[in-house]
């Protein structure tokens, strides 16, 4: 049997659940912007004590690896190291954007006649992105995108897409008149799916190294200070 705390903190949604092998036991989530550091060790106790069970239970910690913002990530990332280091238990990282392509293939009625591109919304017209097939297996890989009318052109062309998170409304802007480019509204990440994905991971002990382990950035990320860009 295996106990495992799922966390998401990618964007501003706090999320985080508890899955007793397949079984969703209970989950937490807050929408509020920049609560994740001054909310997510509380919703954390309050979870694990209202689910009825103990810290030292966990067989694993799950995060959320990224993209998405750095802030969250590294809370994310600090909380569930924390964790593991304290408890002696593996960690566990899923790609923030293969959660939420597993939201839409589970919702979709006979999804493999679809592509999924999750978006996140990275500024401007940039979308952190990738392309998935309903298997999640990659057709285009994770990569920062400025979007233009003819991004992903080449891949509508040859059946529909799915296009959902919080960079999608700035594409539909775009395409909204091209026949195979659909969307979805309110996708948002969640340690629902985070978990779930999770649980083939750690049956296959897909564990990450604890001391070394980074979220997934995508991008060089500048501090601003004293009036210079510091690269990270």
């Given at each position: 049997?295996?106990?495992?705390?799922?966390?998401?903190?990618?964007?501003?949604?706090?999320?985080?659940?508890l899955f007793q092998d397949r079984q969703l036991l209970g989950a937490s989530e807050l929408q509020?912007?920049?609560?994740?550091?001054?909310?997510?060790?509380?919703?954390?106790?309050?979870?694990?004590?209202?689910?009825?069970?103990?810290?030292?239970?966990?067989?694993?910690?799950?995060?959320?690896?990224?993209?998405?913002?750095?802030?969250?990530?590294?809370?994310?990332?600090?909380?569930?190291?924390?964790?593991?280091?304290?408890?002696?238990?593996?960690?566990?990282?899923?790609?923030?954007?293969?959660?939420?392509?597993?939201?839409?293939?589970?919702?979709?009625?006979?999804?493999?006649?679809?592509?999924?591109?999750?978006?996140?919304d990275a500024r401007r017209m940039e979308v952190y992105?990738?392309?998935?097939?309903?298997?999640?297996?990659?057709?285009?890989?994770?990569?920062?995108?400025?979007?233009?009318?003819?991004?992903?052109?080449?891949?509508?062309?040859?059946?529909?897409?799915?296009?959902?998170?919080?960079?999608?409304?700035?594409?539909?802007?775009?395409?909204?008149?091209?026949?195979?480019?659909?969307?979805?509204?309110?996708?948002?990440?969640?340690?629902?799916?985070?978990?779930?994905?999770?649980?083939?991971?750690?049956?296959?002990?897909?564990?990450?190294?604890?001391?070394?382990?980074?979220?997934?950035?995508?991008?060089?990320?500048?501090?601003?200070?004293?009036?210079?860009?510091?690269?990270?």
């Amino acid at each position: 049997m295996s106990l495992i705390l799922a966390l998401e903190t990618s964007t501003t949604v706090c999320s985080i659940a508890l899955f007793q092998d397949r079984q969703l036991l209970g989950a937490s989530e807050l929408q509020i912007e920049k609560s994740h550091s001054s909310h997510i060790t509380v919703m954390i106790s309050q979870l694990v004590e209202n689910c009825g069970v103990t810290l030292q239970e966990l067989s694993a910690v799950a995060v959320s690896g990224g993209p998405g913002s750095y802030t969250g990530l590294r809370i994310g990332t600090s909380t569930a190291k924390g964790l593991c280091y304290s408890l002696d238990i593996p960690l566990l990282e899923v790609s923030t954007l293969y959660g939420l392509a597993a939201q839409v293939v589970a919702a979709t009625p006979k999804p493999e006649r679809y592509l999924f591109c999750p978006m996140l919304d990275a500024r401007r017209m940039e979308v952190y992105t990738c392309l998935l097939d309903s298997q999640l297996r990659e057709v285009s890989p994770i990569e920062p995108v400025v979007l233009d009318e003819h991004t992903f052109e080449n891949k509508m062309a040859g059946q529909p897409v799915l296009f959902f998170g919080s960079g999608a409304q700035k594409f539909k802007e775009l395409v909204a008149e091209k026949e195979n480019a659909l969307f979805i509204e309110e996708v948002l990440p969640s340690a629902k799916t985070i978990g779930q994905l999770a649980l083939a991971k750690y049956e296959q002990k897909a564990f990450e190294d604890v001391a070394y382990y980074e979220p997934f950035y995508l991008k060089d990320v500048y501090i601003t200070g004293a009036g210079k860009g510091t690269k990270r």
